[in-house]
């Protein structure tokens, strides 16, 4: 597996990771060209990398001589998850996912309502949607997954 902590160094090719999703995940949801073409960028994103903060601290690469995705993780909450689009659907997604689950006991994470991609990743990774529902930012819908949990009871496995 190719994921290790995030260093200062990466922070531009994080930064450009998470405003390229953010521009073709998001902003065919909500058009809104200030946020997205000029509050949003990558040299703003980057400082958020920067030695000793919380960003940096919590972020996981995904890196095979380029770093492909990113992960971040805050207690057992995942924050943030994005792959390059160039690189979606080859299991690096799953690989961050699954390391979040292993290494820190990963068991929630807010996603955009609108996001039904993500969503059904998120499901198809052991995720359920809760019924829970936020509002970030005064106008960004958010939903809770959590992870299934599964016991067994004799011969049975029970949600």
Known sequence: ???RKAKRE??????????TNYRVNFYPFFHNDEYYFK????????AEYKEGSAALRETFVYDDD???GIL???????????????????????ALLG??????????LWALE?????????????????????IEDEWVPLV???????????RWLFK
């Open 114 to 134: 609108y996001n039904k991609r993500g969503i059904e990743f998120y499901r198809r990774n052991g995720f359920e949607l809760t019924g829970e529902r936020i």
């Open 99 to 108: 390391y979040a689950v292993s290494e820190y006991g990963a068991d929630h």
């Open 66 to 68: 380029v770093v492909k």
């Open 144 to 154: 809770k997954l959590e992870r299934v949990k599964i016991h067994r009871h004799s």
């Open 1 to 3: 597996m190719y994921i």
């Open 39 to 46: 509050e949003l960028n990558v040299t703003d994103t980057a």
């Open 72 to 94: 971040r993780v805050n207690g057992t909450e995942v924050v943030k998850l994005y792959v390059e689009p160039a690189f979606q659907s080859c299991g690096i997604g799953a």
């Open 10 to 19: 990466d922070a531009g090719r994080i930064a450009e990771i998470i405003v």
